[in-house]
């Protein structure tokens, strides 16, 4: 079974940035980076696949970077201009969020 572990998040001012990163126990082709916002149900933000194609939800492009680092199994989600509505629980899962979710990283942006 694979594990997911992310990690990064953290408390910042509006405007700032966080470099959340995902570690995967196994070799994953499309990595996504979701997340939950208070009372709010789980959204998709952005997936890489394994060649580095990229996609973003429209209310993160141009500000959140995704990436990836295969030899390390690892996925990246660079977040710039952060706003307080950027707060939530980030995760890492596939496309279609097929694991077992993991613990996901606690990101809030104060005003």
């Known amino acids: 079974q694979v594990r997911l572990v992310e990690s990064g998040g953290g408390l910042v001012q509006a405007g700032g940035s966080l470099r959340l990163s995902c570690v995967v126990s196994?070799?994953?082709?499309?990595m996504a980076w979701y997340r939950q916002a208070p009372g709010k149900q789980r959204e998709r933000i952005a997936y890489i696949t394994s060649s580095g194609s990229t996609n973003y939800a429209d209310f993160v492009k141009g500000r959140f970077t995704i990436s990836r680092d295969n030899a390390k199994n690892t996925v990246y989600l660079q977040m710039n201009s952060l706003k307080p509505e950027d707060t939530g629980v980030y995760y890492c899962n596939t496309l279609i969020g097929y694991y077992d979710w993991g613990q996901g990283t606690q990101v809030t942006v104060s005003s």
């Open positions: 196994g070799s994953i082709n499309v």
